[in-house]
């Protein structure tokens, strides 16, 4: 077998795909585990290949598996695989196709619904689940779940994407999967074999911009913003799109609109059960 050559051994690395950073063609540690976390990409095309209960029992498992907030699970998933009610929660979500193509939709809820009815059923008070800090303590316990479901699909050769449209009707949502007070729908998970899939791994931001030793540096944090436009701009022109990454960072946050109905969270939190004061 011929020797590879430097440049091919560097371009074949995980970390290389990840950052397109010359300077950092190599990490100190290597497994199968990192491969599968360094290796990840959302996946916007699926075969029609079904997933078993089974592999989303194993799935779900790992989920499960998450740390959570002192142990109180405050999240559920519900796993949509009816092709009508797909149809149905995609035309909620922004209208994303692949929604109904992937063989299962995940939605990642969270749930304090359980710790409600139980201090209803003791008559006892529950007024600490009113205050923002118990939502944000459902929507982490949920991302940390959901994101323990893609490495573990990924590990089985599924391809994942995220998605927070599910935001846009949170209440239609909601309704559709049939959600009881106290629980609240934070992003869907489309899950699937990966079909004409030519994403590749998208460049993250300089290591350096990201991670600060013992204090922040603000310098550093955004000295990598310049080389990253350039690096996730050659990755872009890959997959035929230009928007340069400072552009498509402030259109995204620009104003309410950008938000696309999301700019309305407070009140559907509201709405269903959670006051978040
Ligand atoms: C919470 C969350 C919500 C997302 N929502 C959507 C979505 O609605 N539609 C979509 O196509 N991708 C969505 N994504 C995927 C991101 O666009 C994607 O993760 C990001 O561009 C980085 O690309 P990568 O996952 O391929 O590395 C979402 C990701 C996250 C974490």
């Given amino acids: 077998m011929p020797e590879r050559t430097i440049m091919e051994r560097v371009t074949s690395a995980p970390v290389y795909h990840r950052y397109r950073d ?3 063609t190599e990490l100190a540690h290597r497994n199968e585990t990192l491969d599968v976390l360094l290796g990840h990409h959302s996946v916007r ?26 142990n109180l699970q405050a999240w559920s998933v519900v796993a949509v695989r009816d092709p009508h009610r797909k149809s149905r929660l995609a035309a909620l979500a922004g209208d ?6 992937a063989p299962v939709f995940l939605v990642f809820v969270a749930d304090l ?5 139980l201090a209803e059923s003791r008559d006892v008070p529950l007024d600490g ?8 303590l459902g929507f982490i316990d ?27 009707n949170p209440e239609l949502i909601a309704d559709e999967l049939g959600l009881p007070s ?13 079909g004409n899939d030519t994403a590749g791994v998208k460049p993250r931001l300089p290591l350096s911009a990201v991670l600060h030793h013992d204090t922040y540096d603000v310098a ?7 080389a990253y436009d350039e690096r996730l701009g050659e990755y872009n022109r890959e997959q035929g799109r230009d928007t340069p990454w400072t552009t498509a960072v402030l259109g995204r946050l620009r104003d309410a609109s950008s938000l696309k109905g999301r700019d309305k969270i407070r009140h559907s939190l509201v709405s269903r059960g959670w006051p978040s004061h």
Avoid at 129 to 136: G, K, P, Q, V
């Fill in 22 to 24: 010359p300077d950092l």
């Fill in 129 to 136: 689940a009113d205050y923002l800090e118990s939502t944000l």
């Fill in 142 to 168: 949920a991302a940390l779940g959901a994101q323990n479901a893609v490495v573990a699909a990924e590990s089985l050769g599924w391809g994942t994407v995220y998605v927070g449209a599910v935001r846009n």
């Fill in 45 to 70: 095309s699926f075969t029609a290949e079904p997933i078993d209960t089974a592999t989303l029992e194993t799935i779900a498992a790992a989920a499960q598996s998450a740390p959570t907030s002192s």
């Fill in 96 to 101: 994303q196709a692949f929604i109904v193509e």
């Fill in 182 to 194: 106290g629980a609240f729908p934070v992003f869907g998970l489309a899950i699937g074999r990966p």
């Fill in 113 to 117: 619904g359980r710790a409600r009815r």
């Fill in 220 to 226: 550093a944090a955004d000295a990598g913003v310049t």
